[in-house]
């Protein structure tokens, strides 16, 4: 199995601090071996790094919004992982939200920059499906949000994996 702990540090990146619900949802949760991550904002340690549509925020700050919100799915699943990376089988599907302004039509460019990420951390294992949608508006007038499911090696059930 590749070691994706070796990789995240050989890319030299670090992951945020998992944040914890603001609301009535849990971040995470594992159902044998499949791990949903509800999603997540452009946060780092807690605080939103990017707020408003595309089209009024740039290509290149949506794309990096949306590289952030990777990085936080990521992190919740190293969290709900036993603080490993290393058990991921496959990233199986990324869904996106990009709170868009009308007329605007770069949602899959902006998204790039999560697949990517998920592409260079985890390799093959980093492919993916993916669903991208804009939307009106997102929670905390963010730019980007993500949700995912994760294949892990190891199957056990949780409804209360973050604990």
């Known amino acids: 199995m590749p070691d994706h702990d070796a990789?995240?540090?050989?890319?030299?990146?670090?992951?945020?601090?998992?944040?914890?619900?603001?609301?009535?949802?849990?971040?995470?949760?594992?159902?044998?071996?499949?791990?949903?991550?509800s999603g997540q904002l452009g946060l780092w340690n807690g605080a939103l790094q990017q707020k408003g549509r595309l089209g009024i925020v740039s290509l290149q700050e949506a794309q990096e919004a949306a590289r952030l919100c990777g990085l936080n799915v990521l992190a919740h699943v190293r969290a709900s992982n036993g603080g490993s990376l290393n058990g991921i089988v496959q990233c199986v599907r990324l869904t996106r939200y990009v709170s868009t302004q009308q007329d605007c039509y770069d949602q899959a460019a902006v998204m790039n920059a999560c697949s990517d990420l998920m592409e260079k951390v985890l390799g093959e294992a980093g492919r993916h499906t993916r669903t991208t949608v804009g939307v009106a508006a997102l929670p905390l007038d963010a730019t980007v949000e993500v949700d995912g499911l994760f294949q892990l090696a190891d199957e056990r059930c949780s409804s209360q994996p973050w604990r």
């Open 7 to 37: 990789r995240l540090a050989a890319l030299g990146i670090d992951l945020p601090v998992p944040s914890t619900p603001a609301f009535n949802y849990v971040p995470t949760l594992r159902i044998g071996n499949m791990l949903y991550i």
